[in-house]
């Protein structure tokens, strides 16, 4: 998500853009395909925030605390 976010940006910034101009100039490129998956990146990244609220919520609300040491936890993973 992070990454489609962004990297449609900088092969942008490659293919010809003028250093000294934000705005407002030529460009022969699919101005649109970039926009559009820097648009979808940023939608993704909004879900991913989104979901792990959700699941912190459900978390919390069961209310359920594991109180087991880190040598049950290594004897519960190798059997």
């Not at 449609?8 to 101009?21: M, T």
């Not at 460009?27 to 648009?39: M, Q």
């Amino acid at each position: 998500a992070t990454v489609l976010a962004s990297l449609p940006y900088f092969i942008a910034g490659f293919a010809d853009q003028p250093a000294n101009v934000a705005n407002s100039f030529d460009y022969s490129g699919p101005i649109w395909l970039w926009n559009s998956l820097v648009g979808v990146g940023h939608a993704l990244m909004a879900l991913v925030v989104f979901l792990f609220f959700a699941l912190a919520t459900k978390s919390f609300r069961t209310g359920t605390i594991s109180t087991a040491t880190s040598a049950e936890l290594f004897e519960s993973v190798n059997g």
